[in-house]
Structures are given as C-alpha cells and as structure tokens.
C-alpha cells in the first residue's frame, strides 16, 4: 500500500506513516500534524479524515471518493466531520483571536454521539496552537477518556506553543523541509525553470512550498507592490479599507501578509541597526512592532478561515500599522 504519487515526497512520508499505523491498528486518537507552513499539512489532514470517514477505502489505502461518506465529505457536509477554528465572538461580531474552552466542550459533547453513519468520527482543529490554556485543558479531559473510531487531528506550524501535557498525549506527524536536491526536482517536474527556480527556492530559504507560491503568483512583483501599498498607508494616500479590499482582489491576500510580515521585521532590524536614529522606528516603538507582527500571523490564519469577514480582519491590521508608521512619518 503506498500513498499515491500525486503527493510531494515530503507530504507522502508523514501520511504513509499514518496510513501504514491506521492499517496496523496502531494509529492514535490525537494526531498532531506539524511542521514549517505552507508544507500541505492541511491537506494531508484532509486526506486522512476523509480516509477515516470513508466507508470502502480504496486499495491505495486513502478514500474511494464514491461511497456516500465520501460523497458527504465532498460537499461539506458530513455530519461525523467537526473542523474547530477561530469562532466569531458573538458579542463583538469579530472573530476570536483564539480558540476557547465552550468550542472544546461542545466537541467533547458532540464526540460522545453515536456516528451518524455509523463509521468514525473526525475533529480538525487548526491552527492548534491557538488553544488557549483553558480549552487546552478541556481538550486534555476528552484525550483521557479515548473511544473507539473517534479521531482528532491537530494541525500546527507551531508546535512548541501548545501544552506540552496535550502535545504528549498526540502522536505526531511531522513535515520536514527536504533536501534541496528534492525541493529542486519537485520544483522542476511542476514545470519551473532555472535561474527562476533556483532564486526562488533560495529566497524560501529551501521551501519547496513557499518557492511554487512565489513562483506561481510572481513573488516579487507583489513583494514590492506591498511595500508600496504599506508606504502610501503610512503616508496617508491609501485608506486602510481601500487597500484591504486591494489586497483581498485576489487568491494571493496570505502571501502579501506574509511580505508584510517580512517587511515589519526588516524594518526592525533596520531600526537596531541605526540605533533607531533616521529611521521608521525608534526603540521605544519595537514592542508595538513585534505586536503588530504577532497581528499579522493572527490574520493570516484567520483569513483561512471561511466565514470570517476577512475585509474587517485586514483593515484592522492596516489600520494599526498606519497608526504605528504614520505617527513616525510625521515625526520626520
Ligand atoms: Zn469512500
């Protein structure tokens, strides 16, 4: 039994490890999914909940895609598939920047039903670190108490932020970056060429995933058009909204947070370097800095929720990073 080769080499090593445990009996309750972003740790866990949920797995090891479990799954709508994600605070109508312990006693109500198809039952919560300290309790009661055909998946790019209790309570999964001799050969049978290849797979520093996206949605054009758009805001040119609506026009709003998150870091590393003098930030601003950087990874999580009003999420953002910038521009 081999995962198929539709998967890169370093998505099919963590799945077939699951595949083969599953088959063997010895696959755990919790998976912990982990490792750098952008490695496909979530489709991965997609595969292996719609694998766990279908009813005649194919000779493959993964789902048939035909049977009515799979047909559900399809569409969204399998009612023995609980994904957890940032919730919308209903008092505030925003969305959470963590995920509470209501969500995790529901799902350990939910958890104690009878499967609707009388198969498995499957939890996906994504990102896990953003458990916070009570939920991530509540979590740990559910773990204690395994039944049989229930399954949870956590999918994070930052492990060493969960509770260590709940960390070791998973069996985990991890995605590594691959040798740069791989990373290349996967790059160049997508059809990427050098010297693009190569440039692109460096300024990833190694990450085949990262380097496809740039090469795929012309990185550093839009690198550079984020820079602008950050400069025009801070300027006061650019409204926070209007240049949110501009980033979310496209399928490429996580990699221009992404950018923009780069950019904060390199404009602190620019304000330590100068001592802060001449600069777009003065030492007594890094710490709203290194917030603002924290604000962004919230948001780019946020925007893989769906159902989220991303528009607000963004504008937020920009709006802070205008007050932060904007005031310094007029100090100059
Ligand atoms: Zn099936």
């Not at 609707?116 to 039952?121: E, N, T």
């Not at 805001?233 to 496209?250: H, K, T």
Request: charged fraction near 25%; aromatic fraction near 6%; hydrophobic fraction near 45%.
């Amino acid at each position: 039994m081999n995962a198929p080769d539709r998967f890169p080499p370093w998505q099919r090593r963590p799945l077939q490890a699951a595949l083969s445990a599953l088959a063997e009996g010895r696959l755990g309750h919790a998976l912990l999914l982990c490792g750098p972003e952008s490695m496909g740790k979530r489709e991965v866990a997609r595969v292996l909940a719609a694998r766990l949920l279908c009813a005649t797995p194919g000779g493959d090891g993964l789902a048939c895609g035909h049977c009515r479990g799979c047909d559900l799954f399809a569409a969204g709508t399998h009612p023995d598939l609980q994904p957890v994600s940032y919730a919308i605070n209903e008092k505030t109508g925003n969305p959470r920047s963590d995920i509470i312990v209501e969500q995790m006693r529901e799902l350990s109500e939910w958890f104690a039903l009878t499967p609707q198809l009388g198969g498995a039952k499957v939890a996906l919560i994504q990102p896990a670190e953003a458990l916070n300290a009570a939920a991530s309790n509540a979590l740990l009661k559910t773990l204690e108490e395994p039944s049989r055909d229930r399954y949870l998946l956590l999918v994070s790019d930052r492990p060493g932020q969960l509770l260590a209790t709940l960390r070791s309570r998973c069996q985990r999964l991890e995605f590594r970056l691959p040798p740069a001799e791989e990373a290349h050969a996967w790059l160049a049978a997508c059809g990427h060429r050098e010297p693009a290849l190569g440039r692109a797979l460096h300024a990833a520093r190694g990450h085949p995933g990262l380097a496809a996206e740039w090469l795929e949605q012309d990185g550093l054009a839009l690198r550079e058009s984020v820079r602008k758009g950050l400069e025009a805001l801070a300027a006061g040119r650019e409204p926070p909204v209007a240049l949110a609506q501009a980033w979310l026009a496209d399928e490429r709003a996580a990699l221009r947070l992404r950018f923009a998150a780069e950019l904060a870091l390199d404009s602190f590393a620019a304000g330590v370097g100068a001592g802060g003098r001449d600069r777009l930030t003065t030492p007594a601003d890094f710490p709203k800095l290194s917030d603002w950087f924290d604000a962004i990874n919230l948001a780019r999580a946020q925007l893989q929720v769906p159902g989220l009003r991303h528009d607000l999420v963004l504008a937020g953002l920009l709006l802070e990073w205008r007050s932060l910038m904007g005031r310094e521009r007029g100090r100059a």
